[in-house]
């Protein structure tokens, strides 16, 4: 069974930076997509960047792009989300997800796992 596990969130004012990482097991990371998403209170999950197998493709939502960025090290199995610039509205708790096929979805039903989330509160 596959097992995500997030850490790096926390209290932040605006225009700081956080790192968040997410450490799997139980399954070749190697060959399969990863996603950042998050869900603020009262709104759907929403997706932030994803990464393929290889880093190859890093797709980003336009309200994170040029802020954050993601990487991801297959060697420890980890993906990492760097995130600089925070605003206020990227309060929300962060959950990491892998997707068993070669794409990077920006929906979330298509991701058949999840960790449990880290919250991120970035302050005025």
């Known amino acids: 069974q596959v097992q995500l596990v997030e850490s790096g969130g926390g209290l932040v004012q605006a225009g700081d930076s956080l790192r968040l990482s997410c450490a799997a097991s139980g399954r070749t990371f190697t060959v399969y997509t990863m996603g950042w998403f998050r869900q603020a209170p009262g709104k759907e999950r929403e997706f932030v960047a994803g990464?393929?197998?290889?880093?190859?493709?890093?797709p980003y939502a336009d309200s994170v792009k040029g802020r954050f960025s993601i990487s991801r090290d297959n060697a420890k199995d980890t993906v990492y989300l760097q995130m600089n610039s925070l605003k206020p509205e990227d309060t929300a708790v962060y959950y990491c997800?892998?997707?068993?096929?070669?794409?990077?979805?920006?929906?979330?039903?298509?991701?058949?796992?999840w960790g449990q989330g880290t919250q991120v509160t970035v302050s005025s």
């Open positions: 997800a892998m997707n068993k096929g070669n794409t990077i979805p920006t929906m979330p039903g298509w991701y058949a796992y």
């Open positions: 990464i393929s197998a290889m880093s190859s493709s890093t």
